[in-house]
Nanobody, 119 residues
Framework: VQLQASGGGLVQPGGSLRLSCVVS????????IGWFRQAPGKEREGVSC????????YYADSVKGRFTISRDNAKNTVYLQMSGLKPGDTARYYC?????????????WGQGTQVTVSS
């Protein structure tokens, strides 16, 4: 199982980024997929989860209305479109297999990609 996240970088407040995560070793048809983030010295924070069976999505209150999760099963890729970025969004973002609606439990994740929001 591998999850390779990319697309992070430095962006000004109010800007946008799209993160991508290419997965291998399992099918997005059968496993929930999502994103969590972690900033230095802070606890892990669940960001979003998409269910495999019905594509239902869940978001943390802190990102609701600004972030959108999507997937392309044919490309084995999940995306996180982020807009209206704030300095508080600065963190390392990880895509993870086997998430749930409470955004608290994560089954397996990759190395992540760094997002820094700063002027």
């Amino acid at each position: 199982v591998q999850l390779q996240a990319s697309g992070g970088g430095l962006v000004q407040p109010g800007g946008s980024l799209r993160l991508s995560c290419v997965v291998s070793g399992f099918s997005l048809d059968y496993y929930n997929i999502g994103w969590f983030r972690q900033a230095p010295g802070k606890e892990r924070e669940g960001v979003s989860c998409m269910f495999s069976r019905n594509a239902k999505t869940y978001y943390a209150d802190s990102v609701k209305g600004r972030f959108t999760i999507s997937r392309d099963n044919a490309k084995n890729t999940v995306y996180l479109q982020m807009s209206g970025l704030k300095p508080g969004d600065t963190a390392r973002y990880y895509c993870a297999k086997e998430c749930y609606s409470d955004l608290l439990s994560w089954g397996y994740w990759g190395q992540g990609t760094q997002v820094t929001v700063s002027s």
